[in-house]
């Protein structure tokens, strides 16, 4: 089985500073890694996701996470963050390989970013 | 439409009543998802389509649940005696069927409140 474990459930920070949202995972087997960001009464959108090769992910609104297999980690980060980036965001695995009924994603319980002005 | 669709946006029923949540994926994608979030448990699977088949109903918290999917399409999620812990917001997802390395797209989600 794959849990994910997001460490920090609140993360305030100011305009323009750079954000690191912590994301670990538990896996037996290879997993595919994602991000996505949950806008006030939306449902999610994808903001990467890591599925081999580099290991430096970089995805939309100028995020990107580094795939660490070592640490188990997914790590999201921004060098500087504006006021709109205030959301939830979700880290998630899902099994590598299979679709389907194996194919369900696991999330972690999500992190609030905070961008005060 | 360009992206999932779900109707209800809201809901509002009373403990015991039953409801029906619809899920309109993306055309053409073959695999749909419901999954349900809520305060306690977090984003948690619920049900897996491929086409009308449901392979998958692990995540199914109990028989009070049932899903189905028509013309590989629109799914309803229906939730009968509804309890005041049913109350979250409960989202679909597709994706083209095709393998694990691809992108699930989400729908706004539909919010369940019990009273």
């Known amino acids: 089985a794959q849990s994910v474990t997001q460490l920090d459930s609140q993360v305030p920070v100011f305009e323009e500073a750079p954000v690191e949202l912590r994301c670990n995972y538990s896996s037996s087997v290879s997993v595919y890694l994602f991000w996505y960001v949950q806008y006030p009464n939306q449902g999610l959108q994808l903001l990467l996701k890591?599925?081999?090769?580099?290991?430096l992910v970089k995805g939309i609104n100028g995020f990107e996470a580094e795939f660490n297999k070592s640490q188990t980690s997914f790590h999201l980060r921004k060098p500087s963050v504006h006021i709109s980036d205030t959301a939830e965001y979700f880290c998630a695995v899902r099994r590598a390989g299979y679709g389907g009924s194996q194919g369900n994603l696991i999330f972690g319980k999500g992190t609030k970013l905070s961008v005060k002005p | 439409g360009a992206g999932v669709s779900q109707s209800p946006s809201n809901k509002v029923t009373e403990k015991g009543k039953d409801v029906e949540l619809r899920c309109d994926p993306i055309s053409g994608h073959t695999a749909l998802y419901w999954y349900r979030q809520s305060l306690g448990q977090g984003l948690e699977f619920l049900i897996y389509f491929q086409g009308n088949s449901a392979p998958d109903k692990s995540g199914l918290p109990s028989d009070r649940f049932s899903a189905e999917r028509t013309g590989g399409s629109v799914s309803t999620l229906t939730i009968q005696r509804t309890q005041q812990e049913d109350s979250a917001v409960y989202l679909c997802a597709s994706s083209l069927g095709q393998g694990a390395r691809e992108t699930q797209y989400f729908g706004p989600g539909t919010r369940l409140l019990v009273l």
């Open positions: 890591y599925l081999s090769g580099s290991t």
